[in-house]
T-cell receptor, first 114, second 110 residues
């Protein structure tokens, strides 16, 4: 069982370029999340999705967009990358219905915007 | 969502019991308390979750007093591999937002 798969694992991106980080889960979880983690700091929620077809804003949504066309995929798009978006990005999923908030995380995407 | 407060860092030695306390003064009636562990360069991993009193699994114990305004994660006999950041989260059991605080960085020494 793969769980959560993120791609790419790392990327160097020129400022101003568009970039989509991919996230796929095979657990049929309803809820999915995107976080960023800056060096030495905690995780901050960017966007989340309760279920396919719905999305919501987290703590730091500016400069990012998401879509949830189906249950398995939750891509994160940076329309025009800026250096402050240099970070490690984690995708996660959870069942979110009737059970505890045990979330499963991917291995992360290390993004450097230069 | 209830805000949480944890110590920024803690040090311990191998074989000792470590207790990390989290304050959540405005926890709501339906909120659960969940702890995650994160190793460097990895995503967080679920450790334990509870609502009240005590919960124990093969990894840790979670103690929650009657007023539920705080909780304590207890790691018995830590080893070097327990060196990690530990996060306390408080929210509805079926919440669709998982908000992480800054966590507690635990360093275990030989």
């Amino acid at each position: 069982i793969a769980g959560i798969t993120q791609a790419p694992t790392s990327q160097i991106l020129a400022a101003g370029r568009r970039m989509t980080l991919r996230c796929t889960q095979d657990m049929r979880h309803n809820a999915m999340y995107w976080y960023r983690q800056d060096l030495g700091l905690g995780l901050r929620l960017i966007h989340y999705s309760n279920t396919a077809g719905t999305t919501g804003k987290g703590e730091v949504p500016d400069g990012y967009s998401v879509s949830r066309a189906n249950t398995d995929d939750f891509p994160l798009t940076l329309a025009s990358a800026v250096p402050s978006q240099t970070s490690v990005y984690f995708c996660a999923s959870s069942e979110s219905q009737g059970k505890g908030t045990e979330a499963f995380f991917g291995q992360g995407t290390r993004l450097t915007v230069v | 969502l209830a805000k949480t407060t944890q110590p920024i860092s803690m040090d311990s030695y191998e074989g000792q019991e470590v207790n990390i306390t989290c304050s959540h003064n405005n926890i709501a009636t339906n909120d659960y308390i969940t702890w995650y562990q994160q190793f460097p360069s990895q995503g967080p991993r679920f450790i334990i979750q509870g609502y009240k009193t005590k919960v124990t699994n093969e990894v840790a114990s979670l103690f929650i007093p009657a007023d539920r305004k705080s909780s304590t994660l207890s790691l018995p006999r830590v080893s070097l591999s327990d060196t990690a950041v530990y996060y306390c989260l408080v929210g509805l059991y079926n919440t669709d937002k998982l908000i992480f605080g800054t966590g507690t960085r635990l360093q275990v020494f030989p």
